[in-house]
């Protein structure tokens, strides 16, 4: 497939007000997404949900006008998870769903995430023909004046989507007791994360609940953790748990403010599916960044662990394909496809808290089911030129494997998201894993635009 102008591994994303992520871009995807859906001769309809940036303001009516000028009809939710806008476009019947965010990205940056009609986010060959349609214009395809579509505000969105997720726990299990911070990041769950958890029964400390439009993911939320860490300790609460601007992703800490990663929450959710006959074809799918305890600590109970490349939108591809119902990435994407069709942090947490309530001991004791297989993780900012190309970087790379050797792995692979490359090694021995990433890293560093 040929090289994306717009599209990334997670939609569009940049800059706000700079290409791609301008008002002009968004307008063309509006145009150009909503020819793409129009099926029939019902009226269609677009869910456009947004997280906390200021430059939601800016996008949110380019696409709006977008939709509406090829006679789509649009349901504007506000603020709200990116799983809250899967969930709304499967129960409104809606022919596609929008979420604007930058997901844990910092402010000056948005994107536009789009999903079909069944929740699911879109194909790499389905963008593609979105991309075609940006490229070729849409002038012949305005509808007639008395065709075009309106736009409305779904006045109840969050309260449909508290309810789902509380409908996500199981019955006869309640929070009651348990003291728990919830972390925002002033993002798109500020007002839903604490009442699903307060309704549920938990008293919450909440954090990064006072968004701006400048504060999303600044030191706070699931990129930034060490503040739900330390007010775990502070407030003696019982856990912590930390969403990402756009809340498709969590990490978790326990009552000693030790952070819980993606890996180990999935390893909980798995064991307690697993034991319960809810999980599908004893596997579970993560991505080539997933601990290589994690897979031994699945292997020991039995279960099977298939790996993606990174993106969660790749990782429900194989669990779609397999029948399973349980994947995710060491970030804290977690995809429970009973419940919801993208990564749900809300939904994941609660799951997790499922178990921990049910076996009625400390998180420390629940949250850790396994020991980590030493792991170091580089980012690598790089310019306009291709540093992996460079004879130097192979020879490096090269090297390094040869010394990791089969205990061992290393994984070289650019952001799909930012201009950095990702250095990731793991190994036995920390001390070793730790050199060969600051080794391999700094010969990445020194070729950066070289070619």
């Known amino acids: 497939m040929a090289e994306r102008k717009y599209f990334g591994t997670d939609g569009i994303r940049g800059t706000a007000n700079a290409a791609p992520m301008t008002a002009e871009v968004a307008l063309a995807v509006g145009m150009a997404a909503g020819l793409q859906f129009t099926r029939g001769a019902h009226r269609h309809k677009v869910v456009i949900g947004k997280d906390t940036r200021l430059s939601g303001y800016m996008l949110e009516p380019a696409l709006t006008a977008g939709f509406i000028s090829v006679g789509m009809d649009v349901v504007l939710v506000g603020p709200l998870p990116t799983p809250a806008v899967a969930m709304l476009t499967r129960s409104l019947r809606a022919d596609l769903g929008v979420m604007i965010s930058a997901s844990h990205n910092p402010y000056q940056d948005n994107g536009i995430k789009l999903f079909a009609p069944d929740g699911h986010k879109l194909s790499d060959a389905v963008e593609s023909k979105i991309e075609a349609r940006m490229d070729a214009g849409v002038g012949a395809d305005l509808a007639p004046s008395a065709d075009l579509g309106r736009a409305m505000r779904l006045d109840d969105a969050v309260g449909r989507y508290i309810e789902y997720v509380k409908a996500s726990f199981p019955r006869g299990l309640r929070l009651d007791g348990l003291r728990i911070v919830v972390d925002c990041a002033n993002g798109a769950a500020y007002k839903v994360a604490p009442t699903v958890l307060h309704e549920l029964g938990a008293d919450i400390v909440p954090l990064g609940v006072k968004p701006d439009g400048f504060n999303i993911n600044e030191r706070c939320g699931s990129t930034h953790p060490e503040l739900m860490c330390e007010a775990v300790r502070r407030e003696k609460a019982h856990l912590g748990i930390a969403l990402d601007g756009d809340a ?118 629940v949250l850790r089911p396994f020991m980590p297989r030493p792991q170091r993780l580089k980012n690598v900012a790089i310019g306009a030129g291709r540093p992996l190309e460079a004879a130097s970087v192979k020879k490096a790379i090269a090297e390094a494997e040869a010394r990791l050797g089969k205990t061992g792995r290393l994984l070289i692979r650019p952001s799909g998201t930012e201009p950095l490359i990702r250095v990731m090694a793991e190994g036995p021995d920390e001390m070793v894993i730790a050199g060969i990433v600051d080794e391999v890293a700094a010969v990445i560093s020194q070729a950066s635009g070289a070619h």
């Open 248 to 365: 498709d992703r969590v990490l978790m800490a326990d009552e000693k403010g030790n952070l819980v990663d993606g890996d180990q929450l999935i390893a909980v959710i798995a064991r307690s599916w697993k034991d319960a006959g809810l999980l599908s074809g004893d596997q579970i799918v993560t991505t080539v960044m997933s601990n290589l305890g994690l897979e031994e600590y699945l292997a020991a109970h039995g279960l099977g662990l298939l790996r993606t490349q990174v993106g969660d939108r790749y990782v429900v591809e194989r669990m779609l394909a397999d029948g399973l119902n349980l994947g995710g990435e060491q970030s804290g994407h977690i995809v429970l496809s009973d419940y919801a069709t993208t990564g749900d942090g809300l939904i994941a947490a609660l799951q997790v808290l499922a178990v921990l309530v049910s076996a009625g001991k400390p998180a420390s004791e």
